[in-house]
C-alpha cells in the first residue's frame, strides 16, 4: 500500500488495535496503541485513521485519550470503540475499559460492575450483537482460562459459566465472531505454541474442539485472524517459519482447510499485526519483532484481494498476490489435490507451471542396518530437515553436519528412509522434472504423502551417502552427573578416597547468577584440603561462574546472611519474581524461596488507596509486592540491617516506586508511624510478637488488618491462632481502641523445620460503632 498524508513510520507498530469502521462513504480502519510509530520506538496512545482504498493516513485529535498501551483489544459496537486492558509498561497490567465515541472523538474512562475483570493483555476479543465476549490473556505468570462477557449496554462484566470440550488457559491467541459463535485458534500455554481450534456458541455457552479436514494449521501465537464471508483466515504469527508466508482458509460449510503460499510478502513479519476485511480486500496494518542482535523490524501495510475465494464454490481457489497466481484444486472424484502455481509471463516466455499430486499409501520397503546421510543443497537445508523431522526420518541420535564445500548439509537418516528413498532413485532412475515450483508450508502439511516428499527430495538433488563420521550424538546428561564425573577424576588425580562421592550434594538453589551450595555440603575435612582447586571444578560443572555455600542465619536482631562466596569476586545478585527485581549483597542479606506464594498472595491483594506499614521490610520482600502489583497508595518499610536498607532503597529505584515508600531506618518499636496504616504486615520468623503492640498502633482509629507470620509446630497451630487473637484483642483494649478482633484466615507458607510450619494469621480489627 502507497501511504500518504500522515507519515508511513506512524503504522510501524505491532501490538495495536485495528477496527472497520462502516462508514456511508467509505469504510476507514481505526487504529489505536501498540509499541513503535516516528522517532524513538515506545508504547502509544495515539489515534489513526486509515483509508484503504487510497491509503490516506490521518492522525485523529481524540479528547481524553487513554494511557499508552500494547497487547490490548478494541471492538466496535455501534459508533463506540471499546478497548479493554492491555500493557502500558513491563510492570504495569492493566484491566480498565476505555470508550470511544466514534462521532465526537471523545474518549472516557468507563466505571464497569459486574464479575471481577482481572488485568490483562494478550487477551482476545469478539463482539455478537451489544456483547464483548473476552477469552484468555496473561498477567506476569498468570494465563486465564475464563471466559467474560461485558455487556456494553449496561456496562457490566459477567463470567461466563461454560460447558462442553473446554480449551487450556492461553494467551495471544486469536479469536473470531461467526453468527452466534466465536471461533478461537492456537495462542500460547505458557509451555508450547498451540494448534487447536474451538468454536463456543454464545447462546448455550458450550465450547466444542473442531475437527477440520485438508491439514490444520501449524502451531503459532501471536498470529492475525479474520472472518470474510464463510471463511476464517489465518495469517502470520509465531514462531517465525514456512507458515508465516502462508494464508490458511477454513470453509465454515465443509470445515476444510485451504492453504496458499504468499510468495511477495518474504520480507515482512506479520506477527502482533492487524487484519481488517475491507469489502473484499484483505488489509494487514503493522506486526514485527525486537531482535536483540538485528535490531527492531517492522512491517508496512499490505492489502490483497479476497474476490478469487468465490470459486471455491466450485471447490477451486485462485489468488492473485503481487505478480504470482496461484491455485489450488480439488478433485473430489478421486480425493485428490493438485496445485499449480504460474509464474509472471515475460515477453513471449511461456509460463512456467508446477502440477503435483499429493496421494497417500506409500508401500514400505525392506530396512538396511547401516549408517547414512541425505546430502542436500544449502537453499534447501531448512525445509528438508522439517520435511525428515515431519515423517521421523532424521535420526536424532547423530549431528547433522555441514561438507567441506560448504555448499551443502548432511542429515543423518534412518534406515527406513534409506530403504524407501533406494526405491524412489531405482524407479526413476535419477530423473525427476517438472517440481521446480514447490514451496512453503504445504510440503509440511498432512497433505502430502510420504512418497510425494520422496520425489521431490530427489528432484532437489538429494543423494544417500554412508557416514564415515558417524558421530553419535550424546545422551545430555544431567548436572549431578557432570559434577560427579569432573570430581571423580580430580580427586584419583590427587590420590584421595572415591568415597567421598557419595558426600556430593544432590540439590542447589540458584541466585540470580549464583549456585547455592547447602549448608551441609562438603563439610568432610579432607574436602578442605583440596577446596581451592575443588570450587571451580564444581562450578563449571554446574555451569555457574559464581559458587557459594549458604550458612545459618546469622541469630542477631538483624538476621544477616552467612553465605560463603567459594567462587566470584562478591556476592551481589538480582533475582527476578513475579515481574519484580531483587537486588541484594547474599553474603550479607537473607533471601527465602519459600516465601514466593505468600508473596503472591500479598501481589493480588487489592491496596489502592491503601497506607500500609511493614515493619520487617527487608530487601522489600513484601513491600515491592504491595507497591508493584497490589497498587497500595503508600508504603512505610521499616529495617534495621543497614545491608538490607541498602538493597531496599536500590529495589525501590530498580522497580519505579521510591515515590510511594518512605524508608524508615532503625528500631520499627521507635521509627514505626501511629495511626496511619489500613494493613500492617509483621514478616518476622521464628516470631513477630515483640512487635505486636508496634502494629496496633500503626493502624488507623477504625482498624485494619494485621498479617502477623509465625513458626508454629504443627500440634499447635489452633492455639498459636487462639493466642494471636487473644493477644491483640488485648492490646486493642490497652490502647482504648474498641475494635472487634476476628482471624479471617490462616495461609500454611511452608514447612520451615520437621513438624514446624510457617503460617500467616490475617487478622481483621473493626472498629465498634457505639
Known sequence: ??????????????????????????????????????????????????????????????????????????????????????????????????????????????????????????????????????????????????????????????????????????????????????????????????????????????????????????ARFSHSMFVYNNFIGIIGGCPIREHSKELALLDLRIHEWRHVTLDNIGKELLVRSTTNIVGDDLVVIGGGAACYAFGTKFSEPLKMSLLPLASLEDKIVSLDIGEKHVTDVYDGARGEKNVNIQGPQVGNAEISTYSCRFDFGAKQCPLVSSFWVLKLEKKYAKLGKDMLKKFGWLDLARKVRSEKDELHICFPITEKFYAMFSKIQHQYGGVVEGQNNITGDRLLSNEVSCSTTMVLLKEWGATVLADEAVEVRRTAKSPLQIMKESVASFIKCKGISSELLGKLPTRWE??????????????????????????????????????????????????????????????????????????????????????????????????????????????????????????????????????????????????????????????????????????????????????????????????GMLHVHGNVKDSEESSWTEHVLRSIDEIARSEGLCWEVSIEHVERVKWYAPHIRHLVADVRCRQIQR
Request: contains cysteine.
Open 1 to 218: 500500500m502507497v501511504i500518504v498524508g500522515e507519515p508511513l513510520e506512524r503504522l510501524f507498530l505491532w501490538g495495536h488495535s485495528a477496527c472497520t469502521l462502516d462508514g456511508k462513504k467509505s469504510k476507514d480502519i481505526l487504529l489505536f496503541g501498540g509499541f513503535g510509530g516516528m522517532g524513538r520506538h515506545a508504547r502509544r496512545n495515539d489515534t489513526l485513521l486509515l483509508d484503504p482504498l487510497n491509503g490516506m493516513l490521518k492522525a485523529i485529535n481524540a479528547v481524553g485519550a487513554p494511557s499508552p498501551r500494547l497487547s490490548h483489544t478494541a471492538s466496535l459496537v455501534g459508533d463506540f470503540l471499546f478497548v479493554i486492558g492491555g500493557r502500558s509498561d513491563p510492570l504495569n497490567i492493566l484491566g480498565d475499559v476505555w470508550i470511544l465515541n466514534t462521532a465526537s472523538n471523545e474518549w472516557r474512562l468507563s466505571e464497569c460492575t459486574g464479575s471481577v475483570f482481572l488485568p490483562r493483555h494478550r487477551h482476545a476479543a469478539a463482539v455478537v450483537g451489544s456483547n464483548i465476549y473476552v477469552f484468555g490473556g496473561l498477567n506476569n505468570d498468570t494465563i486465564f482460562s475464563s471466559m467474560h462477557v461485558l455487556n456494553t449496554g449496561n456496562l457490566q462484566w459477567e463470567e461466563v459459566l461454560v460447558g462442553g470440550e473446554q480449551p487450556c488457559a492461553r494467551h495471544s491467541h486469536s479469536m473470531v465472531a461467526y453468527g452466534s459463535k466465536l471461533f478461537m485458534f492456537g495462542g500460547y500455554n505458557g509451555e508450547k505454541a498451540l494448534g487447536d481450534l474451538y468454536s463456543f456458541d454464545v447462546q448455550t455457552h458450550i465450547w466444542k474442539k473442531e475437527k477440520t479436514s485438508g491439514g490444520s494449521p501449524h
Open 510 to 703: 540458584r541466585l540470580g547468577d549464583i549456585v547455592v551450595l547447602p549448608v551441609s555440603s562438603f563439610k568432610d575435612p579432607t574436602w578442605d584440603l583440596i577446596g581451592e582447586e575443588l570450587w571451580p571444578i564444581i562450578a563449571r560443572s554446574l555451569n555457574s561462574q559464581r559458587l557459594a555455600r549458604k550458612g545459618r542465619v546469622a541469630p542477631t536482631g538483624t538476621r544477616d546472611s552467612t553465605l560463603e562466596i567459594l567462587v566470584g569476586d562478591n556476592g551481589w545478585v538480582d533475582h527476578r519474581e513475579n515481574g519484580i527485581t531483587y537486588s541484594f549483597d547474599a553474603t550479607k542479606c537473607m533471601f527465602s524461596w519459600g516465601n514466593l506464594s505468600e508473596k503472591l498472595r500479598m501481589a493480588h491483594l487489592n491496596c489502592q488507596d491503601e497506607v500500609i506499614v511493614d515493619l520487617f521490610a527487608g530487601i522489600g520482600y513484601f513491600v515491592l509486592p504491595f507497591l508493584v502489583r497490589a497498587g497500595a497508595k503508600l508504603v512505610y518499610a521499616c529495617e534495621w540491617n543497614p545491608h538490607a536498607v541498602e538493597a531496599l532503597k536500590r529495589n525501590l529505584e530498580a522497580n519505579f516506586v521510591s515515590g510511594r515508600c518512605i524508608v524508615l531506618e532503625g528500631d520499627n518499636r521507635i521509627i514505626a508511624p501511629k495511626g496511619v496504616a489500613n494493613r500492617v504486615c509483621l514478616g518476622l520468623l521464628p516470631s513477630s510478637e515483640g512487635s505486636w503492640v508496634t502494629a496496633v498502633r500503626a493502624l488507623r482509629m477504625e482498624g
